[in-house]
């Protein structure tokens, strides 16, 4: 079992090195040096981080009756970061190393490290870095309000948001009395969420800008731990769905002394990446701290009436809150691998492939007609395009032999490559078989081929890719 300290250093850089030659991942600002912290999703980095927040959506929202959606401002009123205590006491303790001045967290470091300007030192002496003691860096992103913000009115400022939980709560009611939704009920949000990170690190894993997929559930207070449980179970079959198998979560029940102030009861999932044992999501019992501390600060009135028990109260909350670009650094480490395809006694053969699942795979279908300069075999696969295209995100290549066209596909995870050849046409297969209007279609994992008639094609593909 891997754990923190277990890491594979060359697997994560041959990653890193995909993701960009690829199209997942670049380093954002890149021209001009890269901006630290902070990352632009390339064309398959953008459908496959859509894949697995529709597939999120449509767990958390669309298949069920008792969660709806909002989509929170980013830019986030003074007053709301105020009442949830993230303004004065959202920070991490910070220190500075006196001779190279590079900053660490303080609660990270596990050893001092060795110094820059230090290290053409003699032998034997000490090339650790001289830290400060530690202080506290705020870690929200601020901001003023207007053309002519005045620098001492407070209404002036805001901040970019630093967490989504806190849009969802101040609209907690607005969506209550806009709906005739009853407890047990959850808002779900995915969105953008930014924190000034001292230290970003492991390529997306620590970014200054991030997306999280989250679900504010509000209940009874005496449901409260019991749902807790009940979402850890359905976040870690999520996780399996898209492809990071349970072996490789570990759930902590993180004990009081660690918890954040307002959590009664959290467990974190963690995930065996090639640079060590990381969280991926949270799921915590809130209580009634949130929905409180607005009640409280606003002064209005935010409690709940339930019509049977005539009771008013303040709802209590469990909130199963993920890290999107986490879980795609988890779903791309998770797929990456290279396979020993070599004969014996042959030539060395590898193959990378990408092993998606069909459901978040950025290209679900790579249509290929056998040869270019045949114009009747590219006529019959580009009515297989227009059949396909309007359905899902399928990709056209008719360059190169068919071999090195699959090879690419594999690279980039595509599970099913089509292949249009003579027999299509109408030729006569080796054993004398009818295969006309049929296709071959190739499995990306097994690289097994079968025929598909092509008025089967779509329904066949929409079955395996959901």
């Not at 030659?21 to 980095?45: A, H, M, R, T, V």
């Not at 401002?73 to 190279?100: E, N, R, W, Y």
């Not at 003699?122 to 992103?141: A, I, R, Y």
Request: glycine residues 6%; negative net charge.
């Amino acid at each position: 079992m891997a754990n923190k300290d277990q890491t594979d250093t060359e697997r994560m850089e041959k990653i890193v090195s995909l993701c960009k030659s690829k199209g997942f991942i670049f380093q954002s600002g890149e021209l001009y040096g890269g901006l630290n912290g902070c990352w632009d999703y390339g064309p398959l980095g953008t459908e496959l981080k859509r894949n697995v927040k529709e597939f999120w959506w449509r767990k958390n929202v669309l298949e069920r009756e008792d969660i709806v959606g909002m989509d929170g401002s980013i830019l986030t009123h003074q007053a709301v970061l105020t009442a949830s205590g993230h303004v004065g006491g959202f920070s991490d303790p910070m220190v500075d190393c006196k001779v190279c001045n590079k900053r660490y967290r303080a609660d990270q470091l596990d050893e001092i490290p060795t110094c820059e300007k230090k290290a053409q030192l003699p032998k034997g002496e000490d090339k650790s870095c001289e830290l400060t003691e530690p202080k506290e860096f705020n870690l929200m992103f601020q901001t003023k309000m207007g053309a002519s913000a005045d620098e001492n009115d407070p209404n002036a400022i805001a901040y970019l948001r630093p967490e989504t939980a806190q849009s969802i709560f101040v609209q907690y009611k607005n969506v209550l009395d806009s709906t005739r939704l009853k407890l047990p009920f959850g808002i779900a949000q995915i969105g953008k969420a930014f924190r000034n990170e001292i230290n970003p690190r492991n390529f997306t894993f620590r970014s200054r800008e991030f997306e999280q997929m989250e679900v504010e559930y509000f209940c009874r207070p005496e449901d409260g731990l019991r749902l807790t449980d009940e979402w850890l179970e359905k976040r870690l079959e999520f996780y399996s769905e898209i492809g990071v198998p349970r072996e490789k979560l570990h759930v902590l029940d993180i004990p009081d002394e660690d918890r954040a102030h307002y959590s009664e009861k959290t467990y974190d999932i963690e995930y065996d990446f090639p640079f060590g044992q990381q969280e991926l999501e949270g799921v915590a019992y809130r209580g009634a701290y949130d929905i409180g501390k607005h009640q409280e600060h606003s002064g209005k009135n935010l409690e709940y009436f339930d019509a049977e028990t005539k009771e008013r109260f303040i709802p209590h909350v469990v909130e199963p809150s993920a890290g999107c670009d986490r879980t795609i650094l988890a779903v791309i480490c998770e797929a990456y691998d290279v396979e020993d395809l070599t004969k014996e006694g042959g030539k060395k053969d590898e193959r990378t492939v990408m092993r998606f699942q069909p459901c978040v795979a950025p290209i679900k279908a790579a249509i290929l007609p056998l040869l270019k300069n045949k114009p009747e075999l590219v006529a019959k696969a580009k009515e297989v395009k227009a059949l396909l295209q309007p359905h899902m995100n399928i990709f056209y290549d008719e360059t190169a032999a068919i071999g090195r066209r699959y090879r690419r596909q594999d690279e980039v995870g595509t599970p099913f490559c089509i292949a249009i050849d003579f027999e299509t046409l109408g030729e006569e297969g080796p054993n004398g078989e009818d295969f006309t209007d049929t296709v071959t279609v190739r499995h990306r994992d097994s690289m097994e081929q079968e025929r598909v008639a092509i008025s089967e094609l779509l329904p066949w593909l929409l079955a395996r890719i959901v």
